[in-house]
């Protein structure tokens, strides 16, 4: 017999596991990435820290960052997967409410999306912005304020690459729009840790990508880095005043001893150069 040359190319698969929408009492079934026979090239690693992948020839351009989100595909609630079946009862009301809204903001950017389907890069990129919106929601013991800095990082991401498919359109813009976002969200996340407001405890992985945890001090070097890239620009006196800021955070990075499982040295190299960028345009300005 004959075997069949013509499979079916596959990239992801619906979970055997069935979710209850904590909010709407939907069921689904949520979208999961393949993994394996090549799927996965690995390209370069951006200062943002997020890993770039080559298209296979077999399975073409696949996103990771497009499953991240788990998204109830009637009322639109979104979360980190670890996130959503513990939202609680007490902030229930609020969602509900936001419900309309949140379908008609997000259809406004991300035009036809559609979350019975399975995810592609446009729909990826709608789930991440709707864990940005949810979070807010979520009370402080979440760590909501930096799970949505990583969403908003992540959106910014996958709109660069809707905008290399669909240049003109101004995707670079809201990507860089969201980014901007990403920038407040870690500095703020940081300083709530550091005053005692919203600890970070109820993260494991800070990402920001999925392919490496670069932990805390990975959050500190986006904060500097975010800052010096998204920050103040126009004034100058907030520029420096930012840059100095930022820094102090990066230089905590290099100063807290060798590079370890979770401060590899790519990360110091990094946090180093980094230093050195915004040493020499803070010399440059004071000149």
């Known amino acids: 017999m004959k075997k069949t040359e013509d499979r ?47 298209p296979s020839l077999k399975y073409g351009d696949i996103y990771p960052l497009a499953y991240q989100a788990t998204v109830c595909p009637e009322c639109w609630f979104a979360s980190m997967d670890k996130d959503f079946s513990g939202f609680p009862k007490a902030n229930m009301a609020k969602v509900i409410q936001d419900e309309e809204k949140r379908k008609q903001d997000t259809l406004s950017i991300f035009p036809g999306v559609d979350f019975h389907e399975n995810r592609g890069l446009v729909s990826g990129a709608a789930s991440l912005y709707l864990v940005v919106r ?55 996340a940081i300083r709530r840790e550091q005053s005692g407001v919203e600890n970070l405890s109820s993260v494991k992985v800070f990402g920001p990508d999925t392919d490496k945890n670069y932990a805390y001090e990975g959050a500190l070097y986006l904060c500097a880095l975010l800052k010096s890239k998204y920050g103040p620009m126009a004034d100058a006196a907030q520029r ?48």
């Open 134 to 188: 949810c979070y807010d929601f979520f009370p402080k013991e979440f760590s909501p304020t930096i799970k949505q800095g990583i969403a908003a990082l992540r959106t910014g991401w996958l709109l660069d690459e809707i905008n290399v498919k669909n240049p003109g359109q101004h995707y670079d813009w809201l990507a860089t729009l969201f980014k901007k976002k990403a920038q407040f969200l870690y500095n703020d």
């Open 8 to 54: 079916e190319i596959k990239i992801s698969f619906q979970s055997k596991e069935s979710y209850t929408c904590p909010v709407c009492n939907a069921g689904f079934h949520r979208e999961e990435l393949l993994s394996g026979s090549g799927r996965f090239i690995a390209g370069n690693l951006t200062d943002e820290l997020h890993r770039l992948y080559e």
């Open 240 to 287: 420096t005043a930012s840059l100095e800021e930022a820094r102090r955070t990066v230089a905590k990075v290099f100063g807290m001893g060798k590079s370890s499982k979770a401060k590899p040295g790519s990360l110091l190299e990094s946090a180093k150069a980094l230093y050195e960028n915004i040493s020499k345009e803070l010399n440059q300005s004071n000149a």
